[in-house]
């Protein structure tokens, strides 16, 4: 049967990593997949990370299996990072966490177990969002619709039009939303807008599925838990899917949760205990090792500090290139503005570059950009700056 299958289209994001990998050109720029970069270039290990798998060798006794949804102490931490120490959600039991692979393993469990008990529920997604949203609810069967977010004539947020589509979505659709550092636009809602769309979203009793890929990366680890609160003090039913990949740099280790509020510990436990089962048929327990770091760093005071400054150096560096890399352009003589990509958060920005500029940025200059012109911010260095803008230039003038 295997005769008749025809090739599936690459991986519009890590099919660039690809494509990048194998360019020959030594001056090649890679600014699609989402990886944080330091000033080098590199993805480093964090110091924080280091010291406690070292931690972890010395005293690690066993390898035997987890516990289906991971290690209680890590979902307790997990709670406690999303929400804050002492929350009533986590004293009342009525928050449960699993450990999942990753940000990605978090959204798909959770979409298996929403398609158990809301099989006509549609997930609304905001227009644009990142790729593989809609490819794991469609994989999970359900019917994904979009919902307006950014206006690339105001390269900023159309609150109006997101609100007016909020309002029509019915109690039993699922709405995802990300807490920060939107990707792949880089624009945010504020605070004010936060608390209004959980206003909406309580009223009109949809189910909200929160994707807090990038808690840290946006202000600090805690104001980046605005949206959240403000949907949790409005919302008791929701989901929450955390990647560590970013904040932690555990990219190939897979760390990452599934956080389920329901009314009462009661429902939480009933609900959690069918999240164990959708974990169980796919693959069965956790990858330990990840939510060993982490629960080992933010366990260990001195560690969880170390952590702390690691994550608010990735995010000046960022906040910084963003800067530089306006200004840049500026002093590359190009006259239209870009001073929005210092506004946004996080590693990506829609920089406005039209697919037929990407086209030629990767065929003709080695600089990869992902399709709708999305940048990881994180891939400007130093090094490549000045090329980078001066191929940005011709780009603008050549097509
Ligand atoms: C918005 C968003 N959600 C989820 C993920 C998945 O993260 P992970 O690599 O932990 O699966 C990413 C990763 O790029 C992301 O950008």
Redesign the pocket.
């Known amino acids: 049967m295997f005769e008749t299958i025809q090739s599936a289209p690459p991986d519009a ?1 890590l099919g660039l990593t690809a494509a990048f990998q194998s360019d020959p050109n030594p001056a090649k720029v890679n600014l699609g ?2 990886v944080y970069k330091d000033a080098s270039g590199t993805t480093p290990i964090l110091a924080s990370v280091k010291a406690a798998e070292r931690k972890i060798v010395e005293t690690a006794k066993t390898k035997s299996y987890m516990p289906i949804g991971g290690d209680p102490a890590y979902g307790k931490l997990v709670q406690e990072m999303i929400l804050g120490v002492g929350h009533e959600a986590i004293s009342s039991g009525r928050i449960r966490t699993a450990h999942t ?7 798909r469990v959770g979409a298996d177990f929403l398609k158990k008990f809301l099989p006509g529920a549609t997930v609304w997604v905001s227009k644009p ?2 790729a ?2 809609r490819g794991i609810f469609q994989a999970a069967g359900f019917k994904v619709e979009e919902y307006p977010y950014y206006d690339p004539k105001t390269r900023a947020l159309d609150f109006d039009a997101m609100k007016a589509a909020l309002e029509k979505i019915k109690a039993g659709d699922i709405v995802l939303l ?1 807490v920060c ?3 792949p636009t880089g624009v945010d809602l504020a605070h004010e807008q936060w608390s209004q769309v959980a206003e909406i979203a309580g009223k009109q009793g949809w189910l909200p599925f929160l ?1 807090f ?2 808690q840290g990366f946006g202000a600090s680890l805690e104001a980046d838990r605005f949206g959240l609160l403000a949907m949790a003090a409005q919302c008791p039913e929701m989901i929450v ?1 955390s ?4 904040n932690f740099g ?2 190939q280790d ?3 949760a599934l956080s389920l509020f329901a009314k009462d510990a009661k429902q939480a436990a009933a609900s959690f205990s069918n999240i164990e089962i959708v974990i169980r048929v796919n693959y069965s327990n956790p990858a330990a090792h990840g939510g060993l770091i982490v629960t080992t760093i933010l366990s260990d005071p001195a560690l969880k500090q170390q952590w702390i400054l690691e994550l608010n150096a990735m995010r000046d560096r960022i906040a910084g290139v963003r800067s530089q890399f306006v200004a840049a352009l500026k002093n590359a003589g190009i006259a239209q503005d870009f001073g929005y990509i210092a506004h946004q958060k996080g590693m ?1 920005s829609f920089s406005g570059l039209t697919d037929a500029q990407v086209a030629f940025l990767k065929e003709k200059k080695a600089v990869y950009v992902v399709g709708g012109g999305r940048i990881n911010v994180a891939g400007i260095t130093p090094k490549n700056l000045d090329y980078l803008c001066a191929a940005i230039k011709e780009a603008l003038t050549v097509v």
């Open positions: 994001i997949v989402g692979p990753g940000g990605t393993g978090g959204l969002t990142w593989n949203h990300h550092c939107h990707n994707d890929a990038y899917s990647s560590f990949s970013k555990l990219y897979r760390t990452g990506f």
